[in-house]
């Protein structure tokens, strides 16, 4: 048990349409990471926001975008969706924005979207 | 850049075997090195780190892994498989300075027989 949540657990969508992932983390953990884990792939890493803002992006376009609340929950929203979008994406969080070598990053059981 | 190689999609070990799962890193700086195991239906889980202390890693769950340098490796080891070993592993590796990133490998599934 990580203390991260994710929901939904499973969503279809068809292409073109819109979709927002949530995240729900442990409280005091102002830094969330979202990564993109396409079948038989490791994750990729998609952005990480740290106290609402985003401070660090991966090689995904700007259709991919996401939010951060005071609450430690956060959002990934991303439009117009692609079948090759199909995929589980997982949210991470930590405490502090310092480097990995501190303190750890714990995953949520993520989020698998279908697109057609 | 940084980018992680896991030689074998598929690993197949008795239960009390030993356990070895491999993983080759390619870094421009000096890495911080991570393995984390998935079940199924389930998010990623830290079984250890490596962040140039130690170069010999004790994780959890009786693993362990080695950081060597010379052969740009970070390979798993378990002196003895247990059926609950049976999952994915994820080497994964980041840079030591600046925004650091996990760049992970494409997973070793590890098959463990009765």
């Known amino acids: 048990e990580t203390g991260v949540t994710q929901s939904p657990t499973h969503l279809i969508k068809t292409r073109g349409q819109q979709v927002t992932l949530r995240c729900s983390s442990q409280?005091?953990?102002?830094?969330v990471s979202w990564y993109q884990q396409a079948l038989g792939q490791g994750p990729q890493f998609i952005f990480q926001?740290?106290?609402?803002?985003?401070?660090g992006r991966g090689n995904f376009p700007p259709r991919f975008s996401g939010l951060q609340f005071p609450n430690y929950s956060s959002e990934l929203n991303v439009n117009a969706l692609e079948l090759d979008d199909s995929a589980l994406y997982l949210c991470?969080?930590?405490?502090?924005?310092?480097?990995?070598?501190?303190?750890?990053?714990?995953f949520g059981p993520g989020t698998r979207l279908l697109v057609l | 850049a940084q980018s992680v190689t896991q030689l074998g999609s598929h690993v197949s070990v008795s239960e009390g075997a030993l356990v070895l799962l491999r993983c080759n890193y390619s870094?421009?700086?000096?890495?911080?090195l991570f393995w984390y195991v998935q079940y199924p239906n389930q998010g990623l889980q830290l079984l250890l780190k490596?962040?140039?202390?130690?170069?010999l890693v004790k994780g959890i769950n009786g693993f362990e892994a080695e950081f060597k340098k010379s052969e740009t490796s970070f390979h798993l080891t378990k002196p003895s498989a247990h059926m609950s070993d049976a999952a994915e592993y994820f080497c994964?590796?980041?840079?030591?300075?600046?925004?650091?990133?996990?760049?992970f490998g494409t997973g070793t599934r590890l098959l463990v027989s009765p």
């Open positions: 870094s421009s700086v000096p890495p911080y």
């Open positions: 991470a969080s930590r405490e502090g924005t310092g480097g990995l070598e501190g303190k750890t990053q714990y």
């Open positions: 994964a590796v980041s840079g030591n300075t600046g925004f650091q990133k996990l760049v």
């Open positions: 409280s005091g953990h102002n830094t």
């Open positions: 926001y740290y106290r609402e803002e985003e401070n």
């Open positions: 490596y962040t140039s202390a130690a170069t």
